[in-house]
């Protein structure tokens, strides 16, 4: 049966079905390209609206989609909420970069996020939710490591401080005390805005991070190497073409 809320404000495609029922959600709309142009065969892009590029094409032989989410919790909420609401989507994985708060990641490490924490009123908001932390989803994570491992690809887990801004000019923040007080080993901002709206739909969703720079050691990364290189994250969360 068709939708006759397609297209959406942000969405151009007016086939729900051109949409899989799993999509890739990096924050790049140029990584989402990226990935359908590697990894991808049979490719449709089903959105361009803002340069917001979206694809579905088949992995292994079988649909999955692939689209930008923008930078922050108010771009991705739009996204996400349209994805799921509107287009049938049940399962979303934000693939993102992300800075290190802990030794304990290192640049390059790929990072599944358990959990987020954030100072945002976003899920408030939005949702009339209080909590100051939000879940993703265990059954995509339990999947996802088991990828992982089958793939020989080294898989890290920890939570997320997703934060409502890049440039802190308060004196009275600190990162340290973020890492210690609330347990956040990575900084991000859009996994909490995903795992509130997939609480509040009922729908799955988690994150994967490739770590792009150290607050620790001071490594950083390239926008290139962002964009083109962390092929790690993309190949575990491809694999959730198979998943039931």
Same mark, same amino acid.
Request: negative net charge; contains cysteine.
């Given at each position: ?16 079905? %051109?949409? @899989?029922? =799993? ?24 959105? =361009? $609206?803002?340069?917001?590029?979206? +694809? ?6 079988? %649909? ?16 996400? +909420? *349209? ?8 399962? &979303? ?6 800075? @290190? +708060? ?9 990072? %599944?996020?358990?959990?987020? #924490? ?11 939710? /209080? ?8 059954? %995509? ?6 990828? @992982? ?25 600190? #990162? *340290?005390? $973020? ?17 509130? =709206?997939?609480? @509040?739909?009922?729908?799955?969703? /988690?994150?994967?991070?490739? &770590?792009?720079?150290?607050?620790? /050691? ?6 290139? *190497? ?9 190949? &575990? ?8």
């Amino acid at each position: 049966m068709s939708n006759t809320n397609i297209p959406t404000p942000h969405i151009a495609c007016n086939d729900e079905a %051109l949409i @899989a029922k =799993t999509v890739l959600l990096p924050g790049d709309p140029l990584r989402a390209k990226f990935i359908a142009d590697t990894f991808l065969t049979d490719v449709v892009c089903f959105n =361009t $609206v803002r340069n917001m590029f979206g +694809y579905t094409g088949k992995y292994n032989g079988k %649909l999955i989609s692939v689209m930008g989410s923008g930078m922050g919790m108010a771009s991705l909420g739009i996204y996400v +909420y *349209e994805l799921f609401s509107f287009y049938g989507v049940e399962n &979303i994985v934000r693939i993102g970069s992300a800075g @290190a +708060y802990s030794k304990d990641f290192n640049v390059y490490d790929t990072v %599944l996020v358990k959990d987020a #924490w954030s100072e945002t009123t976003f899920a408030k908001t939005a949702f009339g939710f /209080t909590d100051d932390v939000m879940s993703s989803n265990d059954k %995509l994570n339990a999947y996802l490591k088991e990828q @992982a491992k089958s793939l020989g690809i080294p898989l890290k887990e920890g939570r997320a401080h997703s934060s409502d801004v890049f440039y802190h000019l308060d004196p009275n923040f600190s #990162w *340290e005390q $973020v890492r210690d007080e609330k347990g956040c080993g990575a900084v991000e901002m859009e996994s909490f805005a995903l795992f509130a =709206t997939a609480k @509040a739909l009922n729908k799955k969703a /988690t994150c994967l991070l490739t &770590i792009s720079d150290s607050f620790v /050691t001071h490594e950083v990364t390239s926008s290139e *190497e962002r964009q083109n290189s962390f092929t790690n994250m993309m190949k &575990i969360a491809l694999s959730l073409v198979d998943f039931e």
